[in-house]
């Protein structure tokens, strides 16, 4: 690995965290030293913007539900889905029931403070331990999001993809050199919020950053490098959209996707080629586009009958009831237009 080209690394934290203590953002994750509410917070942030996490107080609402290891540790699915709902990737709250229970299991219900240690719990990868060690032990760990990759890239006007993985090792390698080991916690929160403002993806504002007499790029714009992008799978989706007696139509989740929630059922194209399409959705989840025609049908037209697996539920309980959230949207907007069938 190549060694950090700094002349003066004491002065580069220095101006790092001179800045950060005076401009520095405050988060609910950043007032706390609890590692299960760290933890909590770095796995929601995966995947997540802060803007999202912070939205309708999901992060505080979460924890009241699940305010320690035990609580999520005796979790039902559908209480975890449901707790998750609105932040997508929702293996990830399943993760974090299997890292409390084996947290609970293998070490008494105390999180081990040292990186590599954490590194061994379900769902939890070198960056969330590196985060838990430092932000909650205050452990000379480094992490790298995609915040500091980019500024490290900068900083050191490095040409080699960053998700690759001799670019990551660099990186990596940089972020543990640089780390200021008095004051992990404040570093590593210092850093990732130079890329969260100062050294933004699109609009660097490079003669205004903290740490511009340390910064080697002419062109921040073109770094960071990375591999080309995965394309998005187009995928068509039937629905079906049946109320009786003030009961929806709904199928159970068995798929990777979005297992153990409920949706519309879903027909092929041949199946529902003699119905009408009341509306149109489209929505975006991991890698896929989704378009998905919505046919708005009473109990004859049910193609093929009801599958084993399709239930009718109360519409006055489906708040209840862990949905996707872009199914919850069209659901609520057919109610919206028919109002008749959903009163
Ligand atoms: S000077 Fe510009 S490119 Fe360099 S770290 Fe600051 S914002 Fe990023």
Redesign the pocket.
């Known amino acids: 690995m190549k060694r950090h080209p700094l002349k003066n690394v004491r002065a580069f934290r220095t101006a790092l965290l001179k800045w950060f203590q005076q401009e520095g953002k405050s988060y609910p994750w950043r007032e706390t030293r609890d590692p299960w509410a760290i933890l909590v917070s770095e796995i929601m942030l995966q995947q997540t913007t802060v803007s999202a996490v912070i939205a309708h107080g999901r992060y505080e609402k979460f924890l009241q539900e699940f305010p320690d290891l035990k609580t999520i540790a005796s979790a039902s699915e559908d209480q975890l889905l449901k707790a998750w709902e609105g932040l997508g990737y929702y293996n990830r709250v399943r993760n974090l029931q299997k890292c409390a229970q084996a947290i609970l299991g293998i070490y008494q219900g105390t999180f081990p403070p040292d990186s590599e240690t954490l590194e061994t719990l379900p769902g939890i990868g070198k960056y969330t331990a590196g985060a838990i060690s430092s932000f909650a032990f205050e452990q000379a760990a480094p992490i790298v999001d995609s915040n500091i990759a980019r ?1 490290l890239a ?2 050191f006007d490095f040409h080699e993809p960053i998700d690759r993985t001799v670019g990551q090792k660099q990186i990596w390698h940089w972020a543990g050199e640089l780390l200021d080991p008095k004051a992990p916690r404040l570093f590593n929160s210092a850093i990732m919020e ?1 890329g969260q403002t ?2 933004s993806p699109r609009h ?3 003669q205004s ?1 903290p ?2 007499d340390f ?1 080697q ?1 002419r062109e ?1 714009m073109s770094l960071p490098i990375k591999k080309p992008r995965k394309q998005f799978l187009q995928v068509e989706e039937h629905a079906l959209f049946l109320v009786k007696k003030d009961q929806l139509l709904l199928t159970r989740e068995t798929g990777p996707r979005r297992k153990g929630f409920w949706h519309l059922p879903l027909r092929s194209a041949d199946e529902v080629s003699h119905l009408e399409i009341s509306a149109t959705h489209r929505y975006t989840i991991t890698h896929h586009k989704v378009t998905l025609s919505l046919y708005s049908i009473s109990e004859n037209q049910l193609p093929g009958g009801q599958n084993k697996d399709e239930q009718f539920h109360p519409l006055k309980n489906l708040d209840e009831l862990p949905l996707p959230s872009p199914i919850r949207r069209v659901i609520n907007k057919a109610c919206e237009s028919l109002t008749n069938s959903c009163s």
């Open positions: 500024v900068r900083l130079l100062y050294c660097p504002s490079c950053c740490v511009h910064c790029t921040p």
